[in-house]
């Protein structure tokens, strides 16, 4: 059973170019969670999605930033006109059930570099 | 609210010595807790977790932790480190009945000394 799957894993941008960040959840897992991490701190949750479904973004900045999870292929976190502040690495996690505060599982996530 | 900190950012120990990471948090709910460890350039793996049941929770790679709800807190330990221990290990806070967001601590990373 293959784990969470993220791509690319390494991923440089100019400003104001777009980045979009792939993940593929677990098998037989339906819900799927996007984190971000800067330099030297812990993971902030920014979005929880169901198929087709945005249930939770409250982590979300407001501009720039979205998230979709379709029905068929991966979920997608797009950044627009990407800053240097976007630097960060991007985790994604999925988890089996919609249950709270169930384990979820991490992928190796995408490190976002902005030159 | 909820909230986690690690209350050391860098532990250092040597080959063979006990291991103790300290994590208090701060919860409105019922928490579950959950201790990950990363290792350099790579994802997050469960070490292990306490939803409801016995206090004191045993992990993979010989790590445990108990929680202790008039302390508010949930200390990861092991017996004797080992060299392939040395990693940056994330203390997370859930709300167990209605949360789906992980709160993160900043975390600690270990380093472990020949």
């Known amino acids: 059973n293959a784990g969470v799957m993220q791509n690319p894993r390494h991923l440089v941008r100019r400003r104001g170019q777009e980045a979009r960040l792939r993940c593929s959840p677990m098998k037989g897992h339906s819900h799927v969670y996007w984190y971000r991490q800067l330099p030297e701190e812990g993971l902030k949750f920014m979005v929880y999605l169901q198929k087709e479904n945005i249930i939770d973004e409250s982590g979300m900045p407001k501009e720039r930033f979205s998230a979709e999870f379709p029905k068929e292929g991966p979920s997608i976190l797009r950044i627009q006109q990407v800053v240097r502040g976007d630097s960060a690495a991007y985790f994604c996690?999925?988890?089996?059930?919609?249950?709270?505060?169930?384990?979820?599982?991490f992928g190796p996530g995408t490190r976002l570099t902005v030159l | 609210a909820q909230s986690v900190t690690q209350l050391d950012s860098h532990v250092s120990v040597s080959e063979g010595t006990p291991v103790l990471l300290r994590c208090n948090y701060s919860?409105?709910?019922?928490?579950?807790l959950f201790w990950y460890v990363q290792h350099p350039n790579k994802g997050l793996q469960l070490l292990l977790k306490y939803t409801s049941a016995a206090t004191l929770v045993k992990g993979i790679n010989g790590f445990e932790a108990e929680f202790k709800k008039s302390e508010t807190s949930f200390h990861l330990t092991k017996p004797s480190a080992h060299m392939s221990d040395a990693a940056e290990y994330f203390c997370v806070v859930s709300d167990r009945n209605t949360g789906n967001q992980f709160y993160f601590g900043t975390g600690t990373s270990l380093t472990v000394i020949p």
């Open positions: 996690a999925s988890s089996p059930l919609n249950r709270p505060a169930d384990t979820q599982y």
């Open positions: 919860s409105s709910y019922s928490p579950s």
